[in-house]
């Protein structure tokens, strides 16, 4: 079975230049307060979308992360080079001034079908053309939080493109799926992230997970709700290793700075 | 509490509302707080030495097999601050639900609650439009269904399959006071709650 790697390097503030993979950051602003270092995501990310309302957070939030300088100067330096979704959201005003800045803007709002992440995640997959898709990994802020119904829809998208490295983020946590077709080695970035984690086996049971690295390891281990999912665990070492018969998600907290 | 009654002294609300029992693997509670309860004579029931269920697990357990001055045949459990933070806790928390599939008990927010529609019944939910509404969403957790069907919903479901990886019902919308639900696999309610 094939070993896919797994790191957070994208929470650093510089991404080591050896660091491997080797990926190609976008990142997806949701309508839900902006977290505190997506300064920092932005700054990592070649393509930044937001998603709806997302584009009202962007306006709004991010001359607050920086409370010294001209918010003018911040939403200038802070413009998405899309905007997209069913445009329910969004205000009129945010939408004018990003569009004078030359922000595409993909209005989807015939499309009821799918969640505002989904056409983004979309997007980035078949349109966008002018950076390297063959080792991207997608960062979703504000993807939890609010509504339940919102955020289990945005696990839904990690499960509904499962071949994509897309990361949900909050100011306390990231989730991301690991698929069963590999094995997984997670590095853990000690500085950032840790040490609260656990595994949940969406949408179908586990018969067999198992796990190298965390306090409480599993060891061909059962899961399912109802029975044992694998919460307040805690990670030991900097290299976890999981392997399972089902798709999990791993999610492991963010250090507040 | 005392911030949510901003007029009122600090003291006359705590000693108001002051719980029964506080329950858990104490590494949370401040000792200055729970020197404050048990002074006023709440039960402090400390489960340090269980480490494998959470703190709500061991609250539902609780209810469950130890409280007897309350009628436990038609109890709900209200369970406030079960969502949001870290994921993990959060999934903990709907996974107490799936646990203790039997017994009423509901997750609630500021912006919504989730409540679990056991597959052992029909289901009918009445709709309070004045506090929820009208997001709404249907999710199968832990297991894919074969065949939900609903009445009431903008989306109704016909014999629909729902998975992850596949459909779920979220953004759905409340359309009418009654919601009805039948389905092969435990599903998760969710609707949202209205800001006043």
């Not at chain 1, 650093?12 to 602003?29: G, K």
């Not at chain 1, 694998?230 to 999610?251: C, G, H, M, P, Q």
């Amino acid at each position: 079975m094939e070993l896919m790697s797994h790191s957070s390097a994208f929470l650093l503030p510089t991404i080591p230049p050896d660091h491997r993979p080797s990926l190609t950051y976008a990142l997806v602003v949701l309508n839900q307060r902006l977290p505190r270092f997506t300064p920092l995501l932005w700054k990592h990310a070649h393509l930044h979308l937001c998603a709806d309302g997302g584009a009202n957070r962007v306006y709004d939030e991010m001359p607050l992360l920086f409370p010294h300088e001209d918010p003018s100067d911040v939403r200038s330096r802070y413009k998405p080079e899309v905007i997209k979704g069913d445009m329910d959201s969004v205000r009129e005003d945010v939408l004018g001034f990003y569009a004078n800045l030359g922000t595409e803007v993909v209005d989807e709002s015939q499309d009821q079908d799918t969640t505002d992440l989904h056409k983004c995640i979309e997007y980035i997959r078949d349109f966008t053309s002018d950076i390297d898709k063959s080792n991207i990994c997608i960062l979703v802020a504000g993807a939890l939080g609010g509504r339940f119904d919102h955020e289990i829809g945005n696990i839904n998208v990690l499960c509904r493109f499962s071949s994509m490295r897309i990361i949900l983020l909050s100011d306390d946590c990231l989730i991301h799926l690991l698929p069963r077709t590999h094995c997984h080695e997670i590095h853990i970035q000690p500085s950032v992230e840790g040490p609260h984690c656990g595994l949940v086996p969406i949408g179908m049971p586990s018969k067999s997970t198992t796990t190298t690295g965390l306090q409480w390891d599993l060891d061909n281990m059962e899961m399912s709700f109802g029975g044992l999912i694998s919460t307040s665990n805690i990670v030991k070492e900097e290299k976890i290793t999981v392997r399972s018969d089902s798709d999990l998600l791993w999610t492991i907290s963010i250090k507040k700075q | 509490m005392p911030l949510l009654f901003p007029h009122e002294d600090p003291s006359d609300v705590r000693s108001r509302y002051k719980p029964e029992v506080i329950k858990g693997d104490m590494d949370s509670v401040r000792e200055d707080v729970l020197g404050f309860y048990a002074n006023l004579g709440t039960e402090v029931v400390d489960e340090s030495q269980d480490q494998d269920t959470t703190d709500l697990h061991k609250c539902i357990e609780y209810i469950r097999d130890f409280t007897s001055d309350i009628d436990k045949s038609n109890i709900c459990i209200l369970v406030a601050g079960a969502l949001g933070g870290r994921f993990d806790h959060e999934i903990g928390n709907i996974n107490v639900l799936c646990r203790f599939s039997s017994m009423r008990i509901i997750l609630l927010s500021d912006d919504c609650l989730i409540h679990l529609l056991p597959r052992t019944h029909c289901h009918e939910i009445h709709i309070q439009p004045s506090v929820e509404g009208p997001h709404c969403g249907l999710v199968p957790i832990g297991m894919p269904s074969k065949s939900t069907t609903t009445t009431g919903l903008q989306w109704d479901l016909d014999n629909m399959e729902m998975s992850f990886g596949g459909l779920i019902s979220t953004s759905n919308i409340v359309k009418e006071e009654k919601i009805t639900v039948r389905s092969d696999s435990d599903l998760l309610w969710t609707i949202s709650i209205k800001k006043q």
